[in-house]
T-cell receptor, first 114, second 112 residues
């Protein structure tokens, strides 16, 4: 049983570059979340998908951040024109059903913007 | 939203029982209490969830007093591998609220 898989594990980007972070949730999981975790802090919610529908994007910090889950499985978080303050670990989590507090997290993608 | 307060850090020794208390004075009637564990370079892992009284699983116990204004995560006989950050989350998901809020957590350091 594979868990939540995220790629790449590490990403270094020059300021101004666009990046795309991938999340493969556990097969069949309905809910998918993206979180951002700064060094020494707890994860902060970015956005939520229920199947292919993005039901909550209230945590996205700016319009440079965009997420999609077109077929209700794999999700991509895209950050355009990266800034240094975007440097963080981006965590993806999935859950077998909607409105469930038990989440299964991936190991995250560590993004460093130089 | 219920605000949670937990110690920033705790130290323990192998074989001891560790109790981490979380205060949540503004907990709502429908709110659950959920604890996660996070190791370095990994995502958080669900440990336990409860609503009232006591819940126990193979990893931990969760004690919740009658007024539900606090909760205590109990880790029996900790080992070095229990060194991690522990997060207390309070809330219930509904159509108006899709995700729980993580605080800064409690850093537990277990020493030999």
């Amino acid at each position: 049983g594979a868990g939540v898989s995220q790629s790449p594990r590490y990403k270094v980007a020059k300021r101004g570059q666009d990046v795309a972070l991938r999340c493969d949730p556990i097969s069949g999981h309905v809910s998918l979340f993206w979180y951002q975790q700064a060094l020494g802090q707890g994860p902060e919610f970015l956005t939520y998908f229920q199947n292919e529908a993005q039901l909550d994007k209230s945590g996205l910090p700016s319009d440079r951040f965009f997420a999609e889950r077109p077929e209700g499985s794999v999700s991509t978080l895209k950050i355009q024109r990266t800034q240094q303050e975007d440097s963080a670990v981006y965590l993806c989590a999935s859950s077998p059903r909607a409105l469930n507090e038990k989440l299964f997290f991936g190991s995250g993608t560590q993004l460093s913007v130089l | 939203l219920a605000k949670t307060t937990q110690p920033i850090s705790m130290d323990s020794y192998e074989g001891q029982e560790v109790n981490i208390t979380c205060s949540h004075n503004n907990i709502a009637t429908n709110d659950y209490i959920t604890w996660y564990q996070q190791f370095p370079s990994q995502g958080p892992r669900f440990i336990i969830q409860g609503y009232k009284t006591k819940v126990t699983n193979e990893v931990a116990s969760l004690f919740i007093p009658a007024d539900r204004k606090s909760s205590t995560l109990s880790l029996p006989r900790v080992s070095l591998s229990d060194t991690a950050v522990y997060y207390c989350l309070v809330g219930a998901l509904d159509t108006g609220r899709r995700a729980l809020t993580f605080g800064s957590g409690t850093r537990l350091q277990v020493q030999p």
